[in-house]
């Protein structure tokens, strides 16, 4: 057993996820959130799943089956907690319809073993409307100001890309975010599980990836979510040493944590 899990959201990626968990399966185990899919994704994923079991693939494929829909924040988190509660200590996270490329990977687990969150910062693009490189900016300068410890420090910890899916956690950070209470609804989980790691003290980088622009659920209602999130961050920007005082005791808590069938749902 590897210690380190890929853990992939999915709905509904009949034409990627094949592609997407096999290439991944190349460098670590994975897990996959099948999150209410009403295509073919599931029976994919057993395709996949019995082949690691006849030994087709290096590493193994877990599959977690949410029966309806319940979006990237809790398809995410229970990845987390699966992969804490057996044993693995690095989590890589990347989306199912290949924007992510999984070969960069190693690129993830080789980066400075000790930093708690690596960010793969999106500086080669692809196919991305103007809009979104400008929605993207802005969002990294807000949420970079709401985790600064002054009123006074605009740019704050300076991360480039902010809400980037393509992420690597370590063991203590992913226990802030999978225990935690999350607020975020969609996209803004990027966001919220960054601001809990930053104001728990944690570290972080980033490194250079492309990004492939493909069909996204990416909508004004997702903007607004965030948007309301980043309000929510400036709002608790001097008051987070309160607010946040939960997050770094679960980094000293050491109770198991229930494994991921139990939230199926």
Known sequence: ???RLVIIPARNEEKTIRDIVTRALKYADVSVTDDGSRDRTSEILKEI??????GRHVHSLHIITHHKTTHIPRGLQDGLKFGIQNGYT????MDAGLSHDPDMIPDFINLHPDTDIVIG???FTANVPV????ITWMGSVAINYTLSDSYFDVFGPGIKDCTSGFRRYSLRAAKIIAESEL????FDFHTEALAL????GMSVDEIPIKYIFSNSSFNRRVLIQAIRFIIYLLRTKKRYSVKYQITRD???????????????S
């Open 1 to 3: 057993m590897t210690d």
């Open 49 to 54: 799943e019995h082949e690691c079991l006849q």
């Open 90 to 93: 690095m989590f890589i996270t």
């Open 121 to 123: 910062s999106r500086t």
């Open 131 to 134: 809009y979104r490189k400008l």
């Open 183 to 186: 607020k975020s609804v969609s």
């Open 197 to 200: 790691c930053v104001r728990a």
């Open 250 to 264: 679960i980094l000293q808590k050491s109770k198991p944590i229930i494994s991921g069938e139990k939230y199926d």
